[in-house]
């Protein structure tokens, strides 16, 4: 099963679950869905009305919680450690790897030295085993280690939950996108227009090209064929003698 299919079964299965919570009941969904192994977006869980209600009260960490794993990265999570529950193990693992795919948004090539800043990572060792192990095999990101230039190669990411402040500027990629595309359908119509006028014109010129081929084979066999005309023998016949046309 790929990792698209995976993940809207996933959603599919918290969205369902999370509906007919409320309140602190909604934690464990919470917990469950930020510790998942195989669940990286969470904005469709977000947007449930019962989530939202709980802005502003004394379960509004949960929501809270829901949003850095959304949006957040590890450095965010320790800017906000004081008003956010600890994590567990696979929380700040799950964590992590969303944090690689932040950077990977904006940069396609990853020093080593920001990584391990971004990541809390100890050292080199450490970090590869990470982009491998949790990254590379979790099928999240495909790369290349470049130990020589130390960095890693990003040659595909998963994406993350937009934030909100970026729906703007998607919203504007679209527009143009679409009005690249409509030109360019205008562009091929034209093209194909012309290409049938030119094939009509081609047809005939060829038509044209056959007429005189065979006007110029008439006249040749007009010119060249024998005509019989009547001659008058000793003996008062006639017959025929054959005579070319010149």
């Known amino acids: 099963m790929d990792i698209e299919q995976k993940q809207e079964e996933l959603i599919d ?3 369902k679950q999370a509906s ?15 510790s998942h192994p195989s669940l990286f ?3 469709e869980i977000l947007a449930l009305p019962n989530l939202l ?19 957040g990265t590890w450095s965010d999570y320790k800017s906000n450690a004081g008003r956010l529950p600890q994590l567990v193990p696979d929380q700040a693992l799950k964590l992590r790897q969303l944090t690689v795919l932040t950077l990977a948004e904006t940069n396609k090539i990853l020093p080593y030295d920001q990584l391990m800043q971004e990541l809390d990572v100890a050292n080199v060792r450490e970090l590869e085993d990470f982009l491998i192990n949790e990254c590379m095999y979790a ?3 495909r790369g290349k280690l470049d130990q020589l230039r130390k960095c890693f190669e990003v040659q595909f990411a998963a994406g993350r939950d937009p934030r909100p ?10 527009s143009n996108w679409l009005v690249t595309s409509d030109n360019l359908l205008i562009s091929i119509q034209e093209k194909m227009s012309w290409a049938d006028k030119m094939t009509e014109l ?17 006249a040749y066999s007009m010119k060249f064929h024998p005509v019989s005309r009547p001659t008058v023998t000793s003996g008062g016949m006639r017959r025929s003698t054959p005579n070319l046309v010149e």
């Not at 047809?203 to 084979?217: A, G, R």
């Open 41 to 43: 977006a969470f904005s």
């Open 202 to 218: 081609n047809k005939q010129h060829k038509k044209e090209i056959e007429d005189k081929v065979e006007d110029v084979k008439r």
């Open 139 to 141: 099928g999240i990101v």
């Open 20 to 34: 007919s919570l409320t309140g602190s009941a909604l934690s464990s969904v919470v917990a469950d869905a930020t």
């Open 165 to 174: 402040e970026q729906l703007g500027s998607m919203i504007q990629t679209l």
């Open 13 to 15: 299965h918290f969205v």
């Open 53 to 71: 209600q709980l802005e502003g009260t004394e379960n509004a960490v949960y929501l809270d919680v829901l949003r850095l794993f959304a949006h």
